[in-house]
């Protein structure tokens, strides 16, 4: 089993969308005994909550369901992952910064690593912006995950992971 984590801050919006986008995707191809995800954030101030409703309403007219409840990254999950994905620079820093003894960082991934249009850097926060904050990081979320599935197949057919 390949598992993967998406991060971001409060693990109520982007990384959420990131696992239910990236799970659909696995469905369709029928992958969901090889390829599992889960999502973390890098502040507790959200644990134990839904996803924010904002995004969880964009995600569901795409036909997403964010069904996570958020939790903080911890140190244990750098063993239990292959792949580690940062939304942001700041999520991505904070993961390396977690990381004291430099064990960990083939693992730690920009969530755009894997961007097949490459037109964003990062996955910008949608928390304090409008509705169009929340569809871009969609948008930025269905080019990747499709790039990161691509990655993650090669590997499996490869057996490097
Ligand atoms: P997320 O969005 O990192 O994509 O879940 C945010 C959620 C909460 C906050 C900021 C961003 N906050 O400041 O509480």
């Known amino acids: ?31 969901q005994d090889k390829i599992s995800c889960d999502s973390a954030g890098t502040i507790a101030y959200h644990e134990g909550n839904p996803a924010d409703s904002r995004m969880k309403t964009h995600a569901i007219k795409r036909g997403y369901n964010l069904t996570s ?23 991505y820093n904070d993961l390396l910064s977690y990381d004291i003894n430099n064990k960990y960082k083939s693992k730690i991934f920009m969530m755009t690593d894997f961007s097949t249009n490459n037109n964003f850097a990062e996955v910008p926060d949608p928390y304090y912006g409008g ?11 269905e080019d990747t995950c499709a790039g990161l599935l691509e990655d993650v197949k090669t590997k499996l057919n ?3 992971l």
């Open 69 to 91: 409840m958020a939790r903080k990254f911890n140190e244990a999950d750098f063993e239990k992952f292959d792949y580690i994905i940062a939304m942001d620079e700041s999520n």
């Open 1 to 31: 089993m390949i598992k993967i984590l998406f991060v971001c801050l409060g693990n109520i919006c982007r990384s959420p969308s990131g696992e239910a986008v990236m799970n659909e995707l696995i469905r369709r191809e029928n992958l």
């Open 131 to 141: 509705p169009e904050g929340f569809e871009t990081v969609l948008d930025i979320l």
């Open 158 to 160: 490869n057996n490097l």
